[in-house]
């Protein structure tokens, strides 16, 4: 490598957007934009669902969230897209990366750079899970919801 050569930096896994959620009128703030609760609601959702995807696990709980900047909105009819990416797998916890982005505008709506979900047991205790990486299949899909 040549001295001013930076070493390659390890990939980071890139953010998916699966969810798109169209803005209805029950959605809107007194302003006639997308009301930020309705937002975390189906932020929280999608991370449930990816932390159960990842963890093989139903009995997932929301533990923690970062910082919250409402950055642009939406509003009535248009489209939101939600994104999600693990950052950080750790012995009971799951750490994901949260965008929400209008798919008219392409503008970013906000960013949550921490959202993490705790693994639980019967009992309602962390557990640990067991995971270090992310899988791409449904391979760790719980078998009580497989078909
Ligand atoms: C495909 C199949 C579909 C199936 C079908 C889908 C249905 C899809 C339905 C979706 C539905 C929506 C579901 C939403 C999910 C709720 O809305 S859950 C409701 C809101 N959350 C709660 O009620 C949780 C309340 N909190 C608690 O019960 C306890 O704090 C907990 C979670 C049991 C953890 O207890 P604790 O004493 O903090 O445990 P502790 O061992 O200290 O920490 C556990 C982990 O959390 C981490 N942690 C603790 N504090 C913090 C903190 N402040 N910040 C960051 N990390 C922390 C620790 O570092 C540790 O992580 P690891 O180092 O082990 O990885």
Known sequence: ?????QPAQPAQPEMNFYTRKWVRPED??????LFGGSLLRWI????AVYAIIQLGNGRVVTKYMSEIEFVSSAKEGDIVEIGLVATRFGRTSLTMRAEARNLFTHRSILTIDEVVFVNLDDDGNPAPHGYTDITYARDRVPATHRA
């Open 1 to 5: 490598m040549q001295p001013d050569q």
């Open 44 to 47: 929280d959702e999608e991370a």
């Open 28 to 33: 809107l703030n007194a302003n006639g934009t």
